[in-house]
């Protein structure tokens, strides 16, 4: 699709999953595959991934006024203003874009409505300590 689409020649690559990071650390790689999940419930699980010299920034990519604005976002307590900072960084990154989304990682779960104690959480485990049938 990519020749068709947009004239590129690709050719694809299967590695060993330690050689693949290895060069995705050093950066031997033209286009690379990444995923992310979140850990915990803030924009910034996934904004840090692109601060200048982050562990997980394999991408090379530094843009110092992005930075600013992350350290922005960390110390922010207004939501709103909070808001509004994301929206900065993804138009730095929009503008730059250092990283393509292709997709993103979806699940569904079909809970009967008698069942209580099931909650979404980000990782979607879901512990089943408290999960029942409500008996009314």
Same mark, same amino acid.
């Given at each position: 699709? &990519?020749?068709? $689409? ?6 694809? !690559?299967?590695?060993? &999953?330690?050689?693949?990071?290895? $060069? ?5 790689? /033209?286009?690379?595959?990444?995923? &992310? ?14 601060? !200048?010299? *982050?562990? $997980? $920034?394999?991408? #090379? ?8 604005? *992350?350290?922005?976002? *960390? ?10 900072? @994301? ?18 990682? !979806?699940?569904?779960?079909?809970? /009967?409505?008698?069942?209580?104690? &099931? ?10 300590? #408290?999960?029942? @049938? *409500?008996?009314?």
């Amino acid at each position: 699709m &990519w020749k068709v $689409n947009l004239g590129i020649d690709i050719r694809l !690559t299967n590695q060993e &999953w330690q050689v693949y990071l290895g $060069n995705r650390r050093q950066g031997n790689y /033209d286009i690379s595959r990444a995923g &992310w999940v979140a850990s915990y419930n803030d924009g910034t699980v996934f904004s840090n991934l692109l601060l !200048t010299g *982050a562990g $997980n $920034n394999n991408s #090379g990519f530094a843009n110092a006024r992005y930075d600013a604005i *992350a350290a922005q976002v *960390a110390r922010e307590g207004d939501r709103a203003r909070r808001v509004d900072l @994301f929206h900065q960084l993804g138009a730095i990154l929009a503008d730059e874009m250092p990283v393509m989304p292709i997709y993103y990682y !979806t699940s569904k779960c079909l809970v /009967d409505p008698r069942v209580r104690g &099931w909650h979404d959480t980000l990782l979607d485990i879901h512990p089943l300590q #408290g999960v029942h @049938f *409500a008996t009314d």
